[in-house]
Protein backbone atom coordinates (compact mmCIF):
# COMPACT_ATOMS: atom_id res chain seq x y z
CA UNK A 1 0.00 0.00 0.00
CA UNK A 2 0.69 3.53 0.17
CA UNK A 3 3.73 4.31 2.36
CA UNK A 4 1.77 7.80 3.51
CA UNK A 5 -1.33 9.28 3.54
CA UNK A 6 -3.12 11.67 1.05
CA UNK A 7 -2.31 14.99 2.88
CA UNK A 8 1.39 14.27 3.46
CA UNK A 9 2.03 15.15 -0.19
CA UNK A 10 -0.87 17.49 -1.06
CA UNK A 11 1.02 20.13 0.88
CA UNK A 12 3.22 23.34 -0.17
CA UNK A 13 6.59 23.45 -1.07
CA UNK A 14 8.72 23.91 2.09
CA UNK A 15 11.44 26.85 1.59
CA UNK A 16 14.35 24.41 1.09
CA UNK A 17 12.54 22.79 -1.63
CA UNK A 18 14.11 22.55 -5.16
CA UNK A 19 13.80 20.70 -8.63
CA UNK A 20 10.53 18.38 -8.32
CA UNK A 21 9.31 20.12 -5.51
CA UNK A 22 9.89 24.10 -6.18
CA UNK A 23 7.91 23.57 -8.94
CA UNK A 24 3.87 24.54 -8.29
CA UNK A 25 1.91 22.18 -9.95
CA UNK A 26 -0.57 23.40 -13.29
CA UNK A 27 -3.76 24.02 -12.63
CA UNK A 28 -6.02 21.06 -11.90
CA UNK A 29 -8.47 22.18 -14.80
CA UNK A 30 -5.14 21.69 -17.47
CA UNK A 31 -7.00 18.43 -19.07
CA UNK A 32 -3.15 16.96 -20.11
CA UNK A 33 -1.93 17.49 -16.58
CA UNK A 34 -5.59 15.74 -15.03
CA UNK A 35 -4.97 12.94 -17.56
CA UNK A 36 -1.54 12.52 -16.90
CA UNK A 37 -2.13 12.70 -13.18
CA UNK A 38 -4.88 9.57 -13.52
CA UNK A 39 -2.40 7.35 -15.50
CA UNK A 40 0.11 8.11 -12.58
CA UNK A 41 -2.41 7.17 -10.09
CA UNK A 42 -3.61 4.21 -11.76
CA UNK A 43 0.24 2.88 -11.89
CA UNK A 44 0.51 3.92 -8.19
CA UNK A 45 -2.64 2.16 -6.55
CA UNK A 46 -2.49 -0.60 -9.40
CA UNK A 47 1.20 -1.40 -8.23
CA UNK A 48 0.10 -1.05 -4.50
CA UNK A 49 -3.01 -4.17 -5.63
CA UNK A 50 -0.61 -6.48 -7.14
CA UNK A 51 2.36 -5.95 -5.61
CA UNK A 52 1.68 -8.60 -3.32
CA UNK A 53 2.33 -11.44 -5.99
CA UNK A 54 6.47 -9.73 -5.74
CA UNK A 55 6.30 -10.38 -2.14
CA UNK A 56 4.45 -14.17 -2.29
CA UNK A 57 7.89 -15.07 -4.66
CA UNK A 58 9.67 -14.24 -1.46
CA UNK A 59 7.77 -16.44 0.58
CA UNK A 60 10.51 -19.01 1.53
CA UNK A 61 12.76 -15.83 3.18
CA UNK A 62 12.27 -14.93 6.41
CA UNK A 63 9.69 -11.75 7.06
CA UNK A 64 12.24 -10.13 9.25
CA UNK A 65 15.32 -10.19 6.94
CA UNK A 66 12.83 -9.00 4.16
CA UNK A 67 12.43 -6.42 6.28
CA UNK A 68 16.33 -5.90 6.57
CA UNK A 69 17.14 -5.85 2.75
CA UNK A 70 13.46 -3.59 2.06
CA UNK A 71 15.07 -1.21 4.34
CA UNK A 72 18.82 -1.19 2.65
CA UNK A 73 17.93 -1.34 -1.12
CA UNK A 74 14.88 1.04 -0.33
CA UNK A 75 17.35 3.69 0.98
CA UNK A 76 19.62 3.21 -2.36
CA UNK A 77 16.12 3.50 -4.11
CA UNK A 78 15.20 6.54 -2.44
CA UNK A 79 18.23 7.99 -1.84
CA UNK A 80 19.23 8.04 -6.11
CA UNK A 81 15.18 9.19 -6.94
CA UNK A 82 15.86 11.94 -4.01
CA UNK A 83 19.22 13.16 -5.81
CA UNK A 84 17.60 12.60 -9.29
CA UNK A 85 14.39 14.49 -8.29
CA UNK A 86 15.91 17.30 -6.89
CA UNK A 87 14.80 16.54 -2.94
CA UNK A 88 18.37 16.71 -1.52
CA UNK A 89 18.11 20.14 -0.10
CA UNK A 90 14.77 18.91 1.46
CA UNK A 91 16.61 15.82 3.18
CA UNK A 92 19.66 17.71 4.27
CA UNK A 93 17.31 20.26 5.92
CA UNK A 94 14.98 17.59 8.00
CA UNK A 95 18.33 15.53 8.88
CA UNK A 96 18.99 19.11 10.48
CA UNK A 97 15.96 19.23 12.42
CA UNK A 98 16.08 17.61 15.67
CA UNK A 99 11.98 17.02 16.20
CA UNK A 100 11.72 16.62 12.59
CA UNK A 101 14.22 13.63 12.84
CA UNK A 102 12.56 12.03 16.34
CA UNK A 103 9.23 12.29 14.25
CA UNK A 104 10.57 10.62 11.34
CA UNK A 105 12.00 7.71 13.69
CA UNK A 106 8.81 7.19 15.16
CA UNK A 107 7.08 6.99 11.74
CA UNK A 108 9.71 4.71 10.13
CA UNK A 109 9.26 2.48 12.87
CA UNK A 110 5.64 2.53 13.32
CA UNK A 111 5.65 1.72 8.96
CA UNK A 112 8.62 -0.96 9.35
CA UNK A 113 5.86 -2.61 11.68
CA UNK A 114 3.08 -2.16 9.20
CA UNK A 115 5.63 -3.31 6.02
CA UNK A 116 6.28 -6.71 8.40
CA UNK A 117 2.80 -8.17 9.50
CA UNK A 118 1.87 -7.13 5.71
CA UNK A 119 4.85 -9.67 4.30
CA UNK A 120 4.21 -11.90 6.79
CA UNK A 121 0.19 -11.61 5.99
CA UNK A 122 0.71 -12.47 1.82
CA UNK A 123 3.23 -15.30 3.16
CA UNK A 124 0.74 -16.69 5.38
CA UNK A 125 -2.18 -16.78 2.91
CA UNK A 126 -4.05 -13.76 4.84
CA UNK A 127 -4.24 -11.56 2.04
CA UNK A 128 -7.82 -10.94 2.20
CA UNK A 129 -7.22 -9.54 6.34
CA UNK A 130 -4.48 -7.31 3.87
CA UNK A 131 -7.47 -6.18 2.02
CA UNK A 132 -9.82 -5.22 4.85
CA UNK A 133 -7.18 -3.48 6.71
CA UNK A 134 -6.23 -0.84 4.09
CA UNK A 135 -10.06 -0.80 3.11
CA UNK A 136 -10.61 0.30 6.70
CA UNK A 137 -7.73 2.63 6.48
CA UNK A 138 -9.37 6.07 5.15
CA UNK A 139 -12.24 5.70 8.24
CA UNK A 140 -9.60 4.95 10.36
CA UNK A 141 -8.21 8.21 9.85
CA UNK A 142 -11.10 10.04 10.32
CA UNK A 143 -11.46 8.57 14.02
CA UNK A 144 -7.86 9.42 14.77
CA UNK A 145 -8.13 13.20 13.28
CA UNK A 146 -11.47 13.28 15.54
CA UNK A 147 -9.43 11.93 18.56
CA UNK A 148 -5.78 13.89 18.13
CA UNK A 149 -6.28 16.88 16.09
CA UNK A 150 -10.07 17.76 17.67
CA UNK A 151 -11.84 17.29 13.98
CA UNK A 152 -15.48 16.95 14.08
CA UNK A 153 -16.91 13.83 12.59
CA UNK A 154 -19.94 14.90 10.25
CA UNK A 155 -23.21 12.42 9.95
CA UNK A 156 -21.67 11.22 6.88
CA UNK A 157 -19.03 9.98 9.06
CA UNK A 158 -20.51 8.71 12.10
CA UNK A 159 -22.40 6.44 9.62
CA UNK A 160 -19.59 5.69 7.97
CA UNK A 161 -17.59 4.90 10.81
CA UNK A 162 -20.20 2.62 12.47
CA UNK A 163 -20.80 0.66 9.25
CA UNK A 164 -17.01 -0.39 9.24
CA UNK A 165 -17.56 -1.30 12.95
CA UNK A 166 -20.41 -3.68 12.00
CA UNK A 167 -17.87 -4.93 9.20
CA UNK A 168 -14.77 -5.66 11.64
CA UNK A 169 -17.21 -7.44 14.19
CA UNK A 170 -18.90 -9.78 11.58
CA UNK A 171 -15.15 -10.81 10.60
CA UNK A 172 -14.66 -11.41 13.65
CA UNK A 173 -17.25 -13.80 13.95
CA UNK A 174 -16.64 -15.57 10.75
CA UNK A 175 -12.95 -16.30 11.40
CA UNK A 176 -13.54 -17.20 14.89
CA UNK A 177 -11.30 -14.35 16.45
CA UNK A 178 -9.87 -10.73 16.64
CA UNK A 179 -8.72 -10.17 13.04
CA UNK A 180 -5.65 -9.04 14.00
CA UNK A 181 -3.76 -8.74 10.79
CA UNK A 182 -6.42 -6.32 9.56
CA UNK A 183 -6.81 -4.45 12.80
CA UNK A 184 -2.73 -3.79 13.04
CA UNK A 185 -2.16 -2.76 9.20
CA UNK A 186 -5.03 -0.46 9.63
CA UNK A 187 -3.99 1.06 12.56
CA UNK A 188 -0.22 1.48 12.13
CA UNK A 189 -0.92 3.13 8.93
CA UNK A 190 -3.11 5.47 9.88
CA UNK A 191 -1.09 6.28 12.76
CA UNK A 192 1.27 6.27 10.12
CA UNK A 193 -0.10 8.69 7.91
CA UNK A 194 -0.99 10.93 11.20
CA UNK A 195 2.69 11.51 11.95
CA UNK A 196 3.86 12.25 8.61
CA UNK A 197 0.51 14.89 8.40
CA UNK A 198 1.55 16.60 11.31
CA UNK A 199 5.62 16.76 10.21
CA UNK A 200 6.63 20.10 7.89
CA UNK A 201 8.79 17.90 5.61
CA UNK A 202 7.85 16.96 2.02
CA UNK A 203 6.86 13.32 0.90
CA UNK A 204 10.08 12.42 -0.69
CA UNK A 205 12.04 13.47 1.40
CA UNK A 206 10.24 12.19 4.60
CA UNK A 207 10.84 8.61 3.05
CA UNK A 208 14.04 8.72 2.31
CA UNK A 209 15.20 9.98 6.26
CA UNK A 210 12.78 7.68 7.28
CA UNK A 211 14.66 4.78 5.50
CA UNK A 212 17.88 6.51 6.28
CA UNK A 213 17.44 6.01 9.54
CA UNK A 214 15.98 2.43 9.54
CA UNK A 215 19.03 1.36 6.87
CA UNK A 216 21.40 0.76 9.67
CA UNK A 217 19.88 -1.71 11.53
CA UNK A 218 18.95 -3.38 8.56
CA UNK A 219 22.04 -3.62 7.75
CA UNK A 220 23.63 -4.75 10.94
CA UNK A 221 20.89 -7.26 11.24
CA UNK A 222 21.40 -8.79 7.54
CA UNK A 223 25.37 -8.34 8.02
CA UNK A 224 24.93 -10.34 11.68
CA UNK A 225 22.80 -12.78 9.24
CA UNK A 226 25.66 -13.47 6.81
CA UNK A 227 28.21 -13.50 9.54
CA UNK A 228 26.67 -16.60 11.25
CA UNK A 229 26.35 -18.65 8.41
CA UNK A 230 22.37 -17.81 8.74
CA UNK A 231 19.98 -15.82 6.07
CA UNK A 232 19.86 -15.59 2.24
CA UNK A 233 22.72 -13.22 1.59
CA UNK A 234 25.68 -14.79 0.08
CA UNK A 235 23.79 -18.27 -0.01
CA UNK A 236 20.42 -17.95 -1.98
CA UNK A 237 19.97 -18.55 -5.52
CA UNK A 238 20.20 -15.51 -8.03
CA UNK A 239 16.64 -15.18 -8.30
CA UNK A 240 16.28 -14.88 -5.17
CA UNK A 241 18.98 -12.54 -4.61
CA UNK A 242 17.58 -10.40 -7.21
CA UNK A 243 14.16 -10.48 -5.95
CA UNK A 244 15.83 -8.89 -2.89
CA UNK A 245 17.63 -6.33 -3.93
CA UNK A 246 15.25 -4.77 -6.03
CA UNK A 247 12.71 -4.34 -3.00
CA UNK A 248 13.89 -1.13 -3.18
CA UNK A 249 12.76 0.10 -6.09
CA UNK A 250 9.17 -1.79 -5.76
CA UNK A 251 9.24 0.05 -2.54
CA UNK A 252 10.11 3.88 -3.90
CA UNK A 253 9.01 3.55 -7.62
CA UNK A 254 4.91 3.73 -6.21
CA UNK A 255 5.52 6.80 -4.28
CA UNK A 256 6.82 8.58 -7.21
CA UNK A 257 3.94 7.84 -8.69
CA UNK A 258 1.34 8.52 -6.15
CA UNK A 259 3.48 11.90 -5.86
CA UNK A 260 3.14 12.62 -9.30
CA UNK A 261 -0.99 12.25 -9.26
CA UNK A 262 -1.49 13.60 -6.13
CA UNK A 263 -0.19 16.88 -7.20
CA UNK A 264 -2.25 17.25 -10.40
CA UNK A 265 -5.24 15.61 -9.23
CA UNK A 266 -8.39 16.87 -6.95
CA UNK A 267 -8.64 15.18 -3.61
CA UNK A 268 -11.73 13.68 -4.33
CA UNK A 269 -10.27 12.08 -7.12
CA UNK A 270 -7.58 10.38 -5.56
CA UNK A 271 -10.04 9.49 -2.68
CA UNK A 272 -11.56 7.51 -5.60
CA UNK A 273 -8.33 5.90 -6.58
CA UNK A 274 -7.23 4.50 -3.19
CA UNK A 275 -9.69 1.99 -3.00
CA UNK A 276 -7.89 0.46 -6.21
CA UNK A 277 -5.13 -1.20 -4.17
CA UNK A 278 -7.03 -2.89 -1.45
CA UNK A 279 -9.60 -3.97 -4.31
CA UNK A 280 -6.28 -5.49 -6.35
CA UNK A 281 -5.44 -7.21 -2.78
CA UNK A 282 -8.68 -8.65 -2.90
CA UNK A 283 -9.04 -10.00 -6.19
CA UNK A 284 -5.52 -11.04 -5.79
CA UNK A 285 -6.20 -12.76 -2.52
CA UNK A 286 -9.50 -14.71 -4.24
CA UNK A 287 -8.41 -15.09 -7.66
CA UNK A 288 -4.98 -15.86 -7.75
CA UNK A 289 -4.07 -17.19 -4.45
CA UNK A 290 -7.27 -18.67 -4.03
CA UNK A 291 -7.63 -17.89 -0.23
CA UNK A 292 -11.13 -19.07 1.25
CA UNK A 293 -13.88 -16.73 0.49
CA UNK A 294 -17.82 -17.58 1.83
CA UNK A 295 -20.48 -15.93 1.80
CA UNK A 296 -20.93 -14.57 5.18
CA UNK A 297 -17.26 -13.49 4.65
CA UNK A 298 -19.16 -11.71 1.58
CA UNK A 299 -21.49 -9.92 4.06
CA UNK A 300 -19.33 -8.78 6.71
CA UNK A 301 -16.53 -7.12 3.77
CA UNK A 302 -20.20 -5.62 2.06
CA UNK A 303 -20.69 -3.48 5.52
CA UNK A 304 -17.27 -2.39 4.84
CA UNK A 305 -17.72 -1.68 1.43
CA UNK A 306 -20.98 0.35 2.35
CA UNK A 307 -19.16 2.58 5.15
CA UNK A 308 -17.07 3.13 1.96
CA UNK A 309 -19.26 4.72 -0.02
CA UNK A 310 -20.60 6.84 2.85
CA UNK A 311 -17.73 7.97 2.97
CA UNK A 312 -17.03 8.67 -0.32
CA UNK A 313 -20.06 10.39 -0.78
CA UNK A 314 -19.71 12.79 1.96
CA UNK A 315 -16.37 13.80 0.73
CA UNK A 316 -17.64 14.28 -2.68
CA UNK A 317 -20.12 17.01 -1.66
CA UNK A 318 -17.85 18.30 0.74
CA UNK A 319 -15.10 19.05 -2.21
CA UNK A 320 -18.33 20.44 -4.49
CA UNK A 321 -18.83 22.75 -1.79
CA UNK A 322 -15.56 23.78 -1.47
Excluded at 182 to 193: E, H, N, P
Aim: net charge positive; hydrophobic share 55%.
Amino acid sequence: MAPFGVDSVIVEPGPFATGLFAQAPRPLTDPAEHRRGLVFGLLAYGAWGVIPIYWRLLRHVNAVEILGHRTVWGLVAFGVMSAALGAGPAVRAALRQPRTLAALALSGVVLLLNWGVFIYAVATDHLLQVSLGYFLNPLLNVVLGMVFLGERLRPLQWASVLLATVGVVAVALQVGGVPWISLVLGVSFAFYGLIRKVVPVDALAGSTVETAILAPFGAAYLLWLAASGQGELGHADLRTHLLLSFAGIVTALPLVWFTSAARRLPLSTVGFLQYLAPTGQFLTAVLLFNEPFSVGQLCAFGFIWAGLAVFTVDLVRRTRRR
